[in-house]
């Protein structure tokens, strides 16, 4: 795709690459600039004060494109997908990834934290990769008899108060896979709070269910935790009910 | 092809070669349980065939009363581009098959597979263990007597 392209550096052990049809849409970007848009806005300038100034923008304006790059290359490298380059073309910029993400939960967490559709809209931003940080659990996918196990102890690990949802037909009631080696419903050896219809949810199904827990927190309810710890201590009333 | 390997079958293991049948171009070979580890060092080293790719090795469950249980071996030659079966079956109150892991290396997991599912017994299998199944656990779920939804209480689940 890029063959024709400059190597510029390396930044984070990520090759930055230009390509020559960068050069078309730099001048067309620093032109309309200069002969258009700030003689227009700045008429008593000079001529060169224009060209100068539009290059500097663009400049700017590509740099925070290949800012905007890099933060999907750090994203992926976090999840142990390696970058290639990043490459700054006619039609902006673009990270080479080298392969698809190996889980189908890292390719929808994703997606689930990005635009489309926004988790942090509704309060729930932050991915913590350790259940010691962790509030909620998130089962996705079916669980076998061997696996239920490690389930458990991922959930005994996180601190009180903490919530389940279980997401998905397989998680909340086997699905499809009837048989001897799976747990017909994670309920069987954890207290769920949440069931997520579907096979597989859709994104918009989960965010439901975020702000149902939301509710529920509100309502001071958890299936897991003792009551006394959510929200309020014994001790110690807030004055103003906590917003989760 | 296939006729060339049933001849050169006959020949050398003469009437241990209990039946054979051809469907759409490939050879099926049944054997006893006792020479199937010669029959496939036969097949593996011989100079004009090289079966040398062990492709897949499984468990039948026929649930007769006789010959309940059998294995399936898939060969394939490299040198030839040509497939053969061989089967061999065995009796339900002695579920014993000499191992070929030292003609396949590979055969290794495939028997603790077969094990594991079915329970049959590889005889001098370096390392014949449960594959997918808990350790503790103690029935073969491929069984036809085994129920699909399992025995109840036979898996460990944490308690709630």
Redesign the interface.
């Known amino acids: 795709m890029f063959r024709g392209s400059i190597k510029l550096g390396t930044i984070l052990g990520i090759t930055i690459r230009l390509d020559y049809s960068w050069f078309i849409i730099f001048f067309l970007i620093t032109w309309s600039l200069s002969a258009h848009r700030l003689p227009a806005l700045y008429p008593d300038w000079t001529p060169a004060t224009y060209w100068i100034l539009g290059i500097i923008t663009s400049i700017l304006f590509f740099t925070s494109v290949l800012i905007h790059e890099m933060a999907h290359s750090l994203v992926a490298r976090r999840h142990g997908i390696p970058i290639n380059n990043i490459t700054l073309f006619i039609f902006g910029g673009a990270a080479q990834i080298t392969q698809e993400p190996k889980q189908a939960k890292d390719e929808f967490m994703m997606a689930f934290a990005g635009p489309r559709f926004d988790s942090s809209r509704f309060g729930s931003e932050v991915f913590r990769f350790s259940p010691r940080q962790a509030d909620v659990m998130i089962v996705a996918g079916t669980t076998t008899y061997k696996m239920a196990r490690v389930v458990r102890k991922i959930y005994d690990q996180m601190p009180d108060p903490k919530w389940v949802i279980a997401m998905g037909a397989c998680t909340s009631s086997g699905g499809m896979y009837r048989t001897y080696s799976v747990v017909q419903g994670i309920d069987q050896f954890l207290p769920v709070d949440l069931y997520v219809a579907g096979c597989p949810p859709r994104p918009d199904n989960l965010l439901h269910a975020l702000m149902t827990l939301q509710q529920k927190i509100q309502r001071r309810e958890s299936k897991g935790s003792t009551l006394g710890l959510v929200g309020e201590f014994p001790h110690h009333k807030p004055k103003s009910p906590i917003v989760a | 092809m296939n006729v060339r390997t049933l001849e050169k079958l006959n020949k050398q293991f003469g009437s241990s070669v209990l039946e054979s049948s051809e469907f759409r171009g490939e050879l099926t070979v049944v054997v006893p349980a006792d020479k199937i580890v010669e029959v496939c060092r036969f097949l593996k080293e011989d100079p004009d065939l090289r079966f040398d790719l062990l492709a897949d090795l499984f468990g039948l469950d026929m649930y007769t009363p006789v010959k309940r249980f059998g294995v399936v071996y898939n060969l394939y030659s490299l040198k030839n581009h040509h497939r053969i079966r061989i089967k061999t079956f065995v009796e339900e109150n002695h579920p014993h098959v000499q191992t070929v892991t030292g003609v396949w290396s590979t055969a290794n997991w495939h028997e603790r597979e077969t094990f594991d599912m079915f329970g049959i017994i590889f005889d001098g299998h370096p390392d014949l263990r449960r594959i997918?199944?808990?350790d503790e656990f103690e029935h073969h779920?491929l069984r036809k007597d085994?129920?699909?939804?399992?025995?109840p209480g036979s898996?460990?689940?944490?308690?709630?």
């Open positions: 997918y199944m808990p779920p085994f129920p699909l939804m399992g025995i898996l460990y689940l944490p308690k709630k």
